[in-house]
């Protein structure tokens, strides 16, 4: 029986190198759709001699996408961005390259397709990243009717930009953000003017639901031909909700130091975001302070790994692998 080919957009990040895995684990032949094939071959040692291909394509350029899922059964989208840098923006990603991928896609006789949007995708949204990724999920299954749709949480593994950043910070500061908390405590009084109790946190601020790359990428796995998945959108959620003083805590828990939190107000990360957008690979931008100051998890109204017949990993377990790095070198 001939093997089943897929070829998987934006296959050399974080995502991809745990899907790339999983799909030459279960005898797919990968085409790997990327812009630099060369930055894309460390991924040949996860398969085969031959079973991983890099090739160069563009979400944007049609006669390169042509070429990429030219005789494939499954397509998958990978790609997105959290910051925009030139041409590469949140509509030309998001919205107008994945239509691109769908359509030519279904012009091409492709079975299955895949595409990966994000948890709070919007088209009502204040934040111009969670409207495109709402806009590029119409567009998919204008354009592919039979498509599956997954919108992840904040993803974390081994390669995470989340985790790692906040610990790696975390080590020259003694003081860490607590985003969306009060800026001033609220501090309850006996009737003597005696302070009984002082609650600096609110409702610990922003909530997440962070789910595991390993997860996502057997969630891909699992719908590439589902039948009853095809034309549905999911939303994946670790099985646990944390707040964002909750999620600061646990990393200082995993990699044993002590830090204070200090909350910050959203004004002033519009601030500091304004002047970081403008380097390349800003680590905050106006957009993503929008983006914190609504909740981040799952609805009731769509599918989750439960109806894929999945469980989601628990962070607790995972993190403090990866995370022990941050440790103190004195310390286990």
């Known amino acids: 029986m001939d093997k089943k080919i897929v070829t998987v957009f934006g296959g050399s990040g974080f995502i991809g190198r745990h899907l790339i895995k999983k799909l030459a684990d279960q005898d797919f032949i990968v085409r790997v759709a990327v812009r630099d094939p060369e930055a894309a071959k460390y991924l040949l040692t996860m398969g085969d001699i031959g079973q991983i291909v890099p090739i160069a394509a563009s979400i ?4 390169t996408i042509k070429n990429a899922i030219k005789g494939v059964d499954s397509v998958v ?28 896609s279904s012009a091409a006789g492709v079975k299955n397709f895949v595409h990966i949007s994000a948890l709070g995708a919007n088209s009502k949204s204040a934040s111009l990243y969670a409207r495109t990724k709402a806009e590029g999920e119409q567009r998919v299954l204008a354009e592919f009717k039979e498509a599956v749709v997954l919108r992840p949480s904040v993803i974390f593994g081994a390669e995470d930009k989340f ?18 908390c009060p800026a001033f405590p609220k501090l309850q009084f006996f009737k003597n003017g005696k302070l009984i109790s002082a609650n600096f946190y609110g409702d610990g601020g922003t909530k997440f639901q962070p789910v595991y790359v ?30 964002w003083v909750e999620l600061m805590r646990l990393i200082f828990k995993e990699i044993d130091r002590k830090r204070v939190l200090v909350p910050i107000p959203f004004w002033y990360l519009y601030i500091v975001g304004w002047f970081l957008q403008k380097l390349p690979s800003p680590l905050l931008t106006c957009d993503q302070v929008t983006q914190l100051k609504i909740n981040n998890i799952v609805s009731s109204e769509l599918g989750t790994f439960k109806d894929l017949g999945l469980l989601a990993t628990p962070v607790e377990l995972i993190i403090g692998d990866y995370l022990k790095r941050f440790r103190k070198r004195n310390r286990r």
């Open 60 to 63: 944007l350029d049609e006669s």
């Open 163 to 180: 985790f790692n950043l906040f610990a790696a910070i975390s080590r020259f500061t003694f003081f860490m953000p607590a985003f969306g």
């Open 77 to 104: 989208n990978l790609v997105g961005i959290l910051a925009e840098w030139g041409i590469q923006s949140f509509n030309n990603l998001h919205t107008t390259g994945a239509s691109n991928l769908a359509k030519a």
């Open 214 to 243: 390993g997860d996502v990428a057997e969630a891909i796995l699992t719908v590439i031909d589902n039948k009853k998945a095809q034309g549905n959108i999911y939303e994946l959620g670790g099985p646990k909700v944390y707040t």
